[in-house]
């Protein structure tokens, strides 16, 4: 028998959801849900797990993983208990518990430690260019280098075990069983909903801001593999120069669509961002115009007389690497893929 902990409420608060205790059971968000089924009925069983404090029932769980936000949900509630902003909330705490080094809750609970975060990683950028005597032609080299140790090292040390975790809470633990042939199996099904998020497809209504996602995606993983692995910055081969140029374009201008989104709060999904989701697509545009920036600086012979320039690139890149990366809302990306993929050794 789980034990009931009603204080689990007021730590929820603490990752965004303020109003679900208002529910009162009365069905309608998983009546519209469109991705609710007789097997995953969702988002009421994690609201009434949710103000019972059954926090074990939602670490087991994949249902808050299975929402992709559409706010068809809280926008039917009569009690205004915004169910889906608490399944957002509950990946956030999620987010938390898997997370082996405890920072990624500390830094969704206190927005002052994660300032202080991003402007520690500023100092230690701006020490280091200090000690090499602001030369560019090292601190550049010095900037490639560390793109490429940081992907390797925060998904080896971070993200990897954070994702055995996950495993243990939603497999292991609960005693599933399943045959080392389903997990080859659902192989397929962890790299296509990693790099295209179809399910989000079956939420009404959903398929332009899937569309956004997409491309965002594309552009991202594009400016990554340009930057880290074609060393866009060093380049002299015209196609990827271009390449570099279009897809760091294309991260601008998506990311200023949800950047206006977020302002204007013109739907559900909007009205009730954290900061980790501000700082998601904020960051996100900085690494776009600013790479947009420095190889154009590179082009046009200024970046030697602007070094500034690329420093705040590094600067932006660090933050992303170090903190939004590990910590903040990027992960979601990571444990939702990977949440298919479980689902798929379930079923």
Known sequence: MAAVNPGFGKELKKYGAFHFNACYNCGNCTAVCSLSTEEDSFP????RFSVLGMKE???????????????????????????????????RWLTSEYDWTKLSGLLYRSLPLTISAFILTAIVVLGFS???????????????????????????LILLPNIIRMWWFIILKPKIKAPLSKYFAGIWELILHMFTQKRALDCDDNRFRWFEHFILV????????????????????????????????IVFIVTIDFVSDRIKKNNEINKFSQPSDWLFVIWLFFMGITA????????TGLIE???????????????????????????????????????????
């Open 44 to 47: 009421r069983e994690m609201l």
């Open 57 to 91: 029932d939602i670490k087991s769980s994949l249902k808050p993983w299975l929402c992709y936000y559409c706010g068809e949900c809280s926008t039917h509630c009569p009690q205004t208990a915004n169910p889906g902003e608490l399944m957002m909330s509950l990946r």
């Open 130 to 156: 200090i000690y090499e005597k602001f030369n560019l032609e090292t601190i550049m080299h010095f900037g490639h280098n560390f793109e490429l140790l940081a992907i390797v090292l925060v998904f080896v």
């Open 218 to 249: 594309l552009g991202y993983l594009g400016l990554l593999f340009t930057t880290v692995f074609l060393d866009w910055f060093s380049s002299e081969k015209l196609f990827i120069i271009v390449f570099g140029y279009v897809v760091s374009i």
């Open 292 to 299: 947009f920036s420095v190889r154009l600086f590179i082009d």
């Open 305 to 347: 007389k602007n070094i500034w320039l690329y420093l705040l690139h590094l600067i932006i890149l660090a933050q992303w690497a170090l903190i939004i990366v590990p910590f903040g809302k990027w992960p979601h990306f990571l444990y939702r893929s990977f949440a298919m993929y479980f689902a798929k050794i379930k079923s």
